[in-house]
């Protein structure tokens, strides 16, 4: 190291998703004491890399993957969740949440933990569930960005979770088909719920057609949205 080389401590920011890339570029900016830096795989959360950037603190905005005992456990890791916790543990929050009517919830960041969803609360910030998933977890990025702010420069010590726990489970694909329902709303908040980057589209089936479709509008009598239609597999 070349004497008088400013060394920064290193904040890492973990998530694969495009939607972040502007706030990995603005933590850059307003976190310009600290090296900001972003891992967007698993083959990169490896321990060995963390003790050598040895970070004191790694963020993780939007990370499907299991975040390894003996990283959680050695660094402070702060996972991001799309419920009032206790509240709403475990998959698919952002559906779930639609599928049971709710217009807002919180999203909380929350210390990594052995338990799903379980570890104790830093802060918790409204968020409305209006529009499309994409537009929904856009905005979940913009207060994520204010959160790490607020988490880096005050350093809040996390509390512990109060109440009953509500789970979740975790919806799959089969969970999109629009065929049982009944209500135009729910049409409705089937497609947009799932209407983002790398998630699988609400559909119906016919013998011959997989019907996928997005980009909803809801009017009074009629739900319009564009359709992509695929002819089924032989």
Same mark, same amino acid.
């Given at each position: ?92 929050? @952002?559906?779930? @949440? ?8 919180? @999203?909380? #960041? ?19 569930? #209006? ?11 913009? @207060?994520? &960005? ?13 509390? &512990? ?21 009944? &209500? ?11 209407? #983002? ?38």
């Amino acid at each position: 190291m070349t004497q008088g080389t400013e060394v920064k401590p290193v904040i890492i920011i973990a998530t694969p998703h495009h939607r972040n890339d502007i706030l990995e570029k603005n933590l850059r900016e307003r976190l310009s004491e600290y090296r900001v830096v972003r891992l967007r795989s698993p083959e990169e959360l490896i321990l060995e890399n963390l003790e050598i950037l040895h970070p004191q603190l790694i963020f993780f905005p939007h990370w499907s993957w299991l975040i390894p005992e003996e990283i959680h456990t050695s660094f402070e890791c702060v996972v991001f969740h799309m419920t009032d916790l206790p509240y709403g543990r475990g998959g698919s929050p @952002l559906q779930n @949440l639609i599928v049971r009517g709710q217009t807002e919830t919180k @999203l909380s #960041a929350l210390r990594c933990v052995n338990r799903l969803d379980a570890g104790p609360v830093y802060v918790k910030r409204p968020l409305p569930l #209006a529009g499309t998933a994409e537009k929904i977890l856009h905005h979940a990025s913009e @207060l994520m &960005e204010e959160m790490i702010f607020e988490i880096v420069r005050n350093r809040p010590v996390p509390v &512990e979770q109060q109440g009953e726990p509500v789970i979740f489970k975790r919806r799959c694909p089969e969970d999109s088909n629009l065929a049982d329902l009944s &209500e135009l709303g729910q049409v409705y908040d089937y497609i947009r719920m799932l209407d #983002a980057d790398d998630y699988p589209k609400a559909f119906l089936d016919t013998e011959h057609f997989h019907f996928e479709f997005s980009d909803a509008t809801f009017g009074k009598t009629f739900v319009e949205a564009k359709v992509c239609i695929r002819r089924k597999s032989p």
